[in-house]
């Protein structure tokens, strides 16, 4: 297996990129069906228009709702689509996702929990649906990296590992970014035609939600670290960063509401000046910024009477917590 060479944003000619890859995909897929699955990131979202513009309705897109993703995510990114021309189908797997997730605590166990879930189960039974034998994926040479050395097991890297798409799951895969990191990316989605609320959108990782739950995932867990996500976002809106996060411990603290004791949980927040995810610096947020957040989460959120804001670096902590 020959190593993926890089194309740096700088030296990327977006023009020349969208028709080779649109070329190869056509040539690839040939007069077959593909399909995508669109969460709404700048990567899938890039891969999504690569593959709308080499393939139009023989492309099907995907919006997989696994449960784990943001407030009001699938409406708001099919919208986005359908105004560019592009037809995205949700596909309800809630109940699959938090079937697999049950009882699991360890990271890596989640993150395979997740990926077995997606290209096993859903991803299967949309092949068969469609009669693809192609799926089309917006892996980015970051993920490659950091699954290699073992760091994190990023959810779409299986080429690299040894394994075969074909043989594990009954399809392929073509990854067209793959030479890209994010900031190359960013460059492609502009030049597709994507609007600045996606090709600048916050990076967000493929095991969503989950990732940012330290401990077992459920429902209700979910729940909260959605609402503090939604706090967080709206909160650091007009903050420049490369990503923002809202964090849910598995250890219980001493706090007191109202005169009485309470067992708390802890939400940790973590805020990233980077270039490319691959080294990173907490951002030096205002400290009255930090006070509201922490303010309305503890005010809004039941339960949780610990905020706490990451000042470590990456490395050696990673961006996401699991
Ligand atoms: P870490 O936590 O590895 O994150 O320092 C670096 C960047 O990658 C994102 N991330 C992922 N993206 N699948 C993805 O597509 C994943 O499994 C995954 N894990 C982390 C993370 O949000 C950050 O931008």
Same mark, same amino acid.
């Given at each position: 297996?020959?190593?993926?060479?890089?194309?740096?944003?700088?030296?990327?000619?977006?023009?020349?990129?969208?028709?080779?890859?649109?070329?190869?995909?056509?040539?690839?897929?040939?007069?077959?069906?593909?399909?995508?699955?669109?969460?709404?990131?700048?990567?899938?979202?890039?891969?999504?228009?690569?593959?709308?513009?080499?393939?139009?309705?023989?492309?099907?897109?995907?919006?997989?709702?696994?449960?784990?993703?943001?407030?009001?995510?699938?409406?708001?990114?099919?919208?986005?689509?359908?105004?560019?021309?592009?037809?995205?189908?949700?596909?309800?797997?809630?109940?699959?996702?938090?079937?697999?997730?049950?009882?699991?605590?360890?990271?890596?166990?989640? +993150?395979?929990?997740?990926?077995?879930?997606?290209?096993?189960?859903?991803?299967?039974?949309?092949?068969?649906?469609?009669?693809?034998?192609?799926?089309?994926?917006?892996?980015?040479?970051?993920?490659?990296?950091?699954?290699?050395?073992?760091?994190?097991?990023?959810?779409?890297?299986?080429?690299?590992?040894?394994?075969?798409?074909?043989?594990?799951?009954?399809?392929?895969?073509?990854?067209?970014?793959?030479?890209?990191?994010?900031?190359?990316?960013?460059?492609?989605?502009?030049?597709?035609?994507?609007?600045?609320?996606?090709?600048?959108?916050?990076?967000?990782?493929?095991?969503?939600?989950?990732?940012?739950?330290?401990?077992?995932?459920?429902?209700?867990?979910?729940?909260?670290?959605?609402?503090?996500?939604?706090?967080?976002?709206?909160?650091?809106?007009?903050?420049?960063?490369?990503?923002?996060?809202?964090?849910?411990?598995?250890?219980?603290?001493?706090?007191?509401?109202?005169?009485?004791?309470?067992?708390?949980?802890?939400?940790?927040? +973590?805020?990233?000046?980077?270039?490319?995810?691959?080294?990173?610096?907490?951002? +030096?947020?205002?400290?009255?910024?930090?006070?509201?957040?922490?303010?309305?989460?503890?005010?809004?959120?039941?339960?949780?009477?610990?905020?706490?804001?990451?000042?470590?670096?990456?490395?050696?902590?990673?961006?996401?917590?699991?």
């Amino acid at each position: 297996m020959s190593p993926v060479k890089e194309i740096s944003a700088a030296s990327l000619d977006t023009k020349e990129f969208i028709k080779e890859k649109a070329a190869e995909i056509s040539q690839i897929v040939g007069s077959g069906v593909a399909i995508n699955a669109l969460s709404g990131g700048v990567d899938s979202s890039a891969v999504t228009m690569l593959g709308h513009m080499a393939l139009k309705e023989r492309l099907k897109s995907y919006f997989i709702d696994n449960g784990i993703m943001r407030e009001g995510e699938s409406q708001q990114i099919v919208s986005v689509f359908k105004k560019l021309g592009v037809n995205v189908e949700i596909i309800d797997a809630q109940n699959e996702f938090f079937d697999a997730l049950q009882g699991i605590t360890d990271p890596e166990a989640k +993150r395979e929990a997740i990926t077995q879930t997606f290209y096993k189960e859903v991803f299967g039974r949309l092949v068969k649906k469609s009669e693809a034998k192609y799926l089309l994926q917006g892996t980015i040479l970051t993920d490659i990296d950091e699954t290699v050395a073992r760091i994190k097991r990023q959810h779409n890297v299986f080429e690299q590992l040894g394994i075969d798409p074909q043989e594990a799951f009954g399809y392929k895969i073509i990854e067209p970014l793959v030479q890209l990191r994010k900031d190359g990316v960013r460059k492609v989605a502009e030049a597709t035609g994507l609007p600045l609320g996606i090709f600048k959108r916050m990076p967000f990782p493929g095991p969503a939600l989950a990732a940012r739950v330290i401990g077992e995932v459920t429902r209700e867990r979910i729940a909260l670290v959605r609402k503090a996500t939604s706090i967080l976002e709206e909160e650091l809106a007009s903050v420049k960063a490369f990503q923002y996060m809202a964090i849910l411990h598995n250890d219980r603290v001493t706090g007191m509401r109202e005169n009485k004791r309470e067992f708390g949980q802890q939400i940790e927040i +973590r805020c990233w000046d980077s270039i490319d995810a691959r080294q990173a610096r907490p951002t +030096r947020l205002d400290f009255s910024i930090l006070e509201e957040l922490a303010s309305r989460i503890v005010s809004e959120l039941p339960g949780v009477v610990s905020v706490t804001y990451n000042i470590a670096t990456k490395p050696p902590s990673t961006m996401e917590a699991i």
